[in-house]
């Protein structure tokens, strides 16, 4: 296909807007087929909004995707999602450990009070 877009114009270089148009959209065809919702899904177990964002920020370049086997999507999908969930995993452990140290801190604060009555 590229090569009947190249042959649409009458100057090679630049291309053309309907040219750089048509490559883009060919481009993301690749990706979208590439970096699929479904083998993205299958590998991570990630749904709805969640998976949307991964996609969002984990998809690939095109300059990068189309030196990439099938085994390189795989490993790339693994090994960001692996990136994707250690941010979530802290930011909930540090939310457990502000709610312990508030609970614990009314503790001390309820123990006081019953002292002083």
């Given amino acids: 296909m590229l ?3 190249s042959l649409m114009g009458k100057k090679p270089n630049p291309q053309s807007k309907l040219q750089q148009k048509l ?3 060919e481009e993301e065809r690749y990706l979208d087929s590439t970096f699929s919702k479904r083998m993205v899904q299958n590998l991570t177990g990630l749904r709805r909004d969640s998976l949307q964002t991964f996609m969002q920020l984990y998809r690939p370049n095109i300059d990068t995707a189309k030196y990439m086997s099938d085994y390189d999507i795989i490993l790339h999908i693994k090994k960001s999602y692996q990136e994707y969930i250690k941010p ?7 939310a457990w450990r502000v709610l312990l140290f508030y609970k ?3 503790l001390v604060i309820m123990d006081i009070n019953v002292n002083f009555i």
Avoid: M
């Fill in 3 to 5: 090569s009947v877009i």
């Fill in 104 to 106: 614990a801190t009314e």
């Fill in 23 to 25: 490559i883009k959209e």
């Fill in 88 to 94: 979530q995993v802290s930011q909930t452990s540090r």
